[in-house]
């Protein structure tokens, strides 16, 4: 059994995923998202879709990027 990074929990079907020549291993989507996707600069929350990004800053929407300043970023329709 392998335990998952995030939670402790001792799962037998834990799995890898590895970005950048790192590798963690979890025992669920949701603990992966928890260590590994971005946050919002705005507003805080995960950014587990497509999400924006400016100058290196990575927003939900287009909503929060307005907030922080950055008026030319739109949402994909």
Request: with cysteine; charged share 20%.
């Amino acid at each position: 059994m392998t335990v998952c990074e995030t939670c402790g929990n001792d799962y037998d079907r834990a799995f890898t995923v590895s970005r950048d020549g790192e590798s963690w291993t979890f025992d669920s989507i949701e603990c992966a998202a928890s260590k590994l996707a971005p946050h919002c600069a705005q507003c805080g929350c995960r950014v587990l879709g497509h999400g924006l990004e400016q100058e290196g800053t990575v927003y939900c929407c287009a909503h929060c990027a307005r907030r922080a300043g950055h008026d030319a970023l739109v949402d994909s329709a």
